[in-house]
Structure formats: structure tokens, C-alpha cells
């Protein structure tokens, strides 16, 4: 089965960038759409980027449209989230999940990286 492995988290001071990376196996990343997805403190789970399989960015979040940029890596089967001029509220764990149909047992999760923005 689809197995997800987030990467590149970490603290950033607001304005800087970070990379996340997200590693899959278990299936060619062309198969899939990939969705990042965050969840902060307090706060419910959102939708920030998906990256659809034809390696077309299908969807940004408002708020992070033109700061955050999807790219795919098909040697190394690698989605990547490209992140700059973070703000203190980009702060969350940060998730990506190959989602398949409504059911649970068709939903694939990496076990998140944190990305913390200090002001």
C-alpha cells in the first residue's frame, strides 16, 4: 500500500523559507493527486496545496497562493512544497496524503512535519 514520508520542517524566522518533502512508495507519485494539508494549534485541519498527477498544481489555498509553490521529483517518486515569506500564522504540522476516495480505508497519511515561524 501507499506509504508517505514528510521532511524539512522546521524553525523559521517570518519572511524565510523552508522545503517540505514528501517521499512515497508503495506507488508512482504519476498514479496520484498529492494533497498537503496543515493543522495548527487549536485550529481544524486544512487543505493547503494539491498537486495533481499529471504534475499540474491544482489547487493553492488563498493565503498561501503566490508565497507557496508544488513541484515533483518523478526519479526520486519525491512531491516537494516550496515555502517562502512565512508568517508566524504558516505555523502547523504539516501533512501530505494521497486521498482516494471518501473512505478512511482509501486515505494514505504521512506522519507530518512541524514548521514553526517565529516573528
Known amino acids: 500500500h501507499v506509504q508517505l514520508v514528510e521532511s524539512g520542517g522546521g524553525l523559521v524566522q517570518a519572511g524565510g523559507s523552508l522545503r517540505l518533502t514528501c517521499a512515497v512508495s508503495?506507488?508512482?507519485?504519476?498514479?496520484?493527486?498529492i494533497d498537503w494539508f496543515r493543522r495548527a494549534p487549536g485550529k481544524e485541519r486544512e487543505l493547503v496545496a494539491t498537486?495533481?498527477?499529471?504534475?499540474?498544481?491544482?489547487y493553492y489555498m488563498d493565503s498561501v497562493e503566490g508565497r507557496f509553490t508544488l513541484s515533483r521529483d518523478n526519479a526520486k517518486n519525491t512531491v516537494h512544497l516550496q515555502m517562502g515569506s512565512l508568517k508566524p500564522e504558516d505555523t502547523a504540522v504539516y501533512y501530505c496524503?494521497?486521498?482516494?476516495?471518501?473512505?478512511?480505508?482509501?486515505?494514505?497519511w504521512g506522519q507530518g512535519t512541524q514548521v514553526t515561524v517565529s516573528s
Open positions: 498537486s495533481g498527477r499529471a504534475a499540474v498544481s491544482l
Open positions: 508503495g506507488g508512482s507519485i504519476g498514479e496520484f493527486d
Open positions: 496524503a494521497v486521498l482516494l476516495s471518501a473512505s478512511p480505508l482509501d486515505q494514505y
